[in-house]
DNA sequence: CTATCATAGTTACTCAGGGTAACAATTACT
DNA sequence: AGTAATTGTTACCCTGAGTAACTATGATAG
């Protein structure tokens, strides 16, 4: 019975964090014309170099169309380019020097706005709470 | 160094955990024709008993008309009904028999749900992580 | 007590983001 | 060589959410 009020509780409050969270990303993304599904492809893209549209669609758990529209629009904004590779059916895609360029300033924006949400939390209990929704997210894919 | 690492990681760890928790968690609503935004003013209204608008529109940190809209589907389904209240401008919900009846069923598959996902995690990593993300969140709204 | 300001909710319009189904092009496999 | 499977696209539909403009009601200052 314990158990289950705890339950109750972080689902809960996972759903009640998420909106704010959300929403406070988009303000700081729109600063520089982003939205959070583009601006977790540039992450991406800019930690592993390049990836094709279905490793991106796993990496974000959504379906392929979703990221050809995603990609598209980032194409349209010069960020991401295509890059040939032996198989044709596949698109590889990796940042543009403009990309990289962007990416670098709005991780500066995002830094801050992570230390400000942060604010009060130690660095253990974050780590603490990184692996734990590690878990979670392994759990919930598995 | 070591600390932007830390709130890098957990940033772009908490993004990817929110699609799979919200890709499963529509899955189990959808057994019972619900969505999120519905689910959570179900919640709200089973625990509190009856709610205006706008302070839905707080909790979920939404604007007016999204609310206007989920309540709107909620009373078509026969959910949720309109208390009258002194004030006249305001709209006061609360839950139908058929709604509390609804929740209580939903609610069986919510926390199967919320056991599957949590499996090897500990009661007191649990707790850490409810009170972690209830700091953030006021970080955030603050 | 009236005029102004504030609050609650709705409507109309727009947008992001995502899903499914059907399809073409290419590659892998038997 | 012929059939599977994989990759990506297009077309169509839906949820969820925001802004602006509005009505109705209540609160307050003079």
């Known amino acids: 019975m314990f158990l289950i009020e705890i339950y109750q509780k972080f689902f809960q409050q996972f759903l009640l964090l998420y909106r704010p969270f959300e929403n406070n990303l988009n303000i700081q993304l729109s600063k520089h014309d982003l939205h959070r599904a583009q601006w977790s492809i540039l992450h991406f893209l800019f930690n592993y170099d390049s990836a094709t549209l279905v490793e991106l669609a796993n990496?974000?758990?959504?379906?392929?169309?979703?990221?050809t529209r995603t990609i598209a629009r980032l194409e349209e904004l010069g960020y991401v380019e295509h890059v040939p590779s032996k198989d044709k059916r596949e698109k590889r895609m990796r940042l543009t020097e403009l990309g990289k360029k962007i990416y670098s300033e709005v991780r500066v924006t995002i830094d801050q706005y992570e230390q400000d949400i942060l604010k009060g939390i130690t660095e253990?209990?974050?780590?603490?709470?990184?692996?734990?929704?590690?878990?979670?997210?392994?759990?919930i894919i598995k």
């Not at 990496?59 to 990221?67: C, L």
């Not at 253990?124 to 759990?139: D, K, P, T």
Request: charged share 30%; net charge negative; proline share 4%.
């Open 59 to 67: 990496y974000q758990s959504v379906e392929k169309p979703t990221i």
């Open 124 to 139: 253990e209990e974050q780590l603490a709470a990184i692996r734990i929704m590690g878990e979670i997210r392994n759990n």
